[in-house]
């Protein structure tokens, strides 16, 4: 069975400083793992997804790596900023059967 | 355009009665789930569709009937409404190939 588990379960900046996020999965048999953000009282947003074979995807300030073979992938926000608080769900896409198996999130404080 | 929309956004009810929530999506879209956050903001899947025929039940109580009259919509209908059901329920759907998923707004639920 796949578990999924965010480290740290919150995290307080100031803005300008760099942001590291960890998700780690027990079961590396993946498709996919997609990066989310969700705001308070509001749905998911898809930041990024990485495919199986792929080892990092970028956008914008946005970087995720993922070491299938570890079971883990970080999200790196650069240049933090106060817009970037949010929670940032990561979730792991099996490789037999179509469902996302999400970790517990992290939630991000960016401080002006 | 709202991708994948979910009605209503905010449902309260008296425990024993039944509700419906709907959504659809207009991504073109072949598989589309549901999911439930409860209060510890915790998302895992219930149910999910390809192309209007059930793929997965994840040992959801037969309360909760989802059904898809086309691979646009997938509703879901909760009969005898029970204080544990309270939480927000999220539509989604995802892209072939890629499965990319896409989440709507959410439905919060309060049973009373």
């Known amino acids: 069975k796949q578990e999924v588990t965010q480290i740290p379960a919150a995290l307080s900046v100031p803005e300008g400083e760099n942001l590291v996020l960890n998700c780690s999965f027990t079961d590396s048999a993946i498709y996919n793992l997609q990066w989310f953000r969700q705001d308070p009282g509001k749905g998911l947003t898809s930041l990024l997804l990485?495919?199986?074979?792929?080892r990092e995807q970028t956008s914008g300030r946005l970087n995720a790596s993922l070491d299938k073979s570890s079971g883990r992938s970080t999200l790196y926000i650069a240049a933090s900023q106060p817009g970037d608080s949010a929670t940032y769900l990561c979730a792991v896409n099996k490789a037999a059967g179509n469902k996302l198996t999400f970790g517990g999130g992290t939630r991000v404080l960016v401080k002006p | 355009d709202t991708a994948v929309s979910q009605t209503p956004k905010y449902l309260v009810t008296q425990m024993g009665n039944d509700k419906s929530i709907k959504c659809e999506q207009n991504?073109?879209?072949?598989?589309m789930y549901w999911y439930k956050q409860d209060s510890k903001k915790f998302l895992k899947i219930m149910f999910s569709?390809?192309?209007?025929?059930?793929?997965i039940n994840e040992t959801v109580p037969n309360r909760f009937s989802p059904k898809s009259p086309d691979k646009a919509h997938l509703n879901l209908h909760i009969n005898s409404l029970e204080l544990g059901d309270s939480a927000v329920y999220f539509c989604?759907?995802?892209?072939?190939?890629?499965?990319?998923?896409?989440f709507g707004a959410g439905t919060r639920l309060s049973v009373l």
């Open positions: 991504l073109g879209h072949d598989t």
């Open positions: 989604a759907s995802s892209q072939e190939g890629t499965r990319r998923a896409y």
């Open positions: 990485i495919q199986s074979s792929q």
């Open positions: 569709y390809n192309n209007k025929e059930l793929i």
